[in-house]
């Protein structure tokens, strides 16, 4: 992979590529540039990581097309007024096009005005603004994935699971006793992910008996110690972990393993994502499914439309769902398949 390894979170991740092409060229439009600006929530986000890298490569494929690219990547380190800074700067850097994975996806209103104001139109990503944000303009846009989805299947695959080993339920009772590590308030596939994982189990008949919950914001170390706390205060009762992404369901994991818990006696663990690491983690058993987050057709689509924007040319051959919005499936991941998502998955940034 392309760059440098970041070695602070804080560090601002700053990337210009520059494509020329002298013959060949599909793009017609006389100048046609595409001057992108992204900038992502947290740098430490391990599938947000993944996503750019892939965007990457996207926009590096464009160079056999004849496009003149260049691309800049901010990470905000959790702040929206950050975000709102890098939007300024890359705006007034002259980018035609902006990619914006919001740090409070109900918070997009001064994002939206800078860009308005310049002509400059944005492609929302991961983080879905509400509804009449995406109405303020008609050059706003989102690429992502339907997070009741990646809840169903979580569910399916947990509930598949139940069914198939009786040693999940240790105590034998009937019910599988389970907590849930979610991720941040606000973000919209926190409760969604968590209400259609259960409802799911619940409709494939598996009797449930919550005992707790924490939110770890998608991260990994926040995930092993709510886990810890939640061992703690439920010694031996846990059977069943769902987690709203892989970077906390390994949390979880890691705070059996700090415990020296030996395997008979961990409960069973679930992500979502698709993560490098969450599916090798798949692969070798340690988590027993994760659902695939289309980080590659989301870059896909983010780049072919990001250069659509830029040149006037391609949009039409682009399938939208309410004018506005592109949506990538999930799919389920098990041992069976993990490796063949694996080959696909780009490290973190580098």
């Known amino acids: ?34 001057h992108v600006g992204v900038t992502f929530y947290d740098q430490s986000d391990t599938f947000l990581s993944e996503l750019i890298n892939c965007f990457r490569e996207q926009l590096d494929s464009l160079q056999e097309e004849g496009l003149d690219i260049v691309l800049t990547v901010r990470g905000a380190s959790g702040s929206q007024q950050t975000q709102d800074d890098q939007v300024q700067e890359m705006i007034n850097a002259g980018c ?28 929302f990503f991961n983080r879905e603004p509400v509804t009449e944000d995406m109405q303020r303009w008609e050059e706003l846009y989102y690429v992502g994935a339907d997070a009741r989805q990646s ?3 979580q569910g399916e695959l947990a509930a598949e699971a139940v069914r198939k080993s009786a040693q999940i339920d240790r105590n034998r ?15 919209q596939d926190t409760i969604i992910r968590t209400e259609n ?29 709510r886990m810890m706390q939640m061992i703690s205060q439920h010694p031996g009762k ?11 369901a390994l949390g979880a994991l890691d705070a059996y393993q700090k415990l020296n818990f030996t395997e008979t006696a961990l409960p069973v663990f679930f992500g979502i ?26 870059a896909a689509a983010m780049a072919k439309l990001a250069a659509a924007i830029a040149t006037g040319e391609g949009k039409d051959d682009i399938s939208f769902k309410n004018k506005r919005y592109i949506y990538l499936p999930y799919t ?3 041992s069976d398949n993990a490796g063949s998502f694996l080959g696909e998955t780009p490290s973190a940034l580098q």
């Not at 972990?241 to 906390?248: G, I, K, Y």
Request: with cysteine; charged share 25%; hydrophobic share 40%.
């Open 273 to 298: 994502d698709g993560t490098g690491v969450g599916l090798e983690a798949v692969l070798d058993g340690r988590l027993a499914g994760t659902v695939y987050n289309d980080k590659e057709g989301q």
């Open 1 to 34: 992979m392309r760059g440098k390894r970041i070695r602070t979170a804080g560090l601002v991740i700053c990337m210009s590529v520059m494509f020329l092409c002298a013959c060949g060229r599909d793009w017609t439009a006389p100048g046609d540039k595409v």
């Open 332 to 334: 389920k991941v098990t």
């Open 96 to 123: 035609n096009v902006l990619c914006v994975n919001l740090v409070d996806r109900t918070d997009p209103s001064e994002i939206i005005e800078l860009a308005r104001e310049k002509n400059v139109p944005i492609i």
């Open 173 to 187: 009772d009937g019910r599988i006793q389970y907590v849930v590590l979610e991720g941040e308030p606000g973000h």
């Open 151 to 153: 809840g169903v299947m």
């Open 197 to 225: 994982a259960v409802n799911t189990l619940k409709k494939n008949g598996i009797e449930l008996e919550k005992l707790s919950f924490g939110i770890a914001n998608w991260n990994r170390a926040q995930a092993q110690n």
């Open 238 to 248: 846990i059977e069943l972990v769902l987690a709203n992404n892989d970077d906390m």
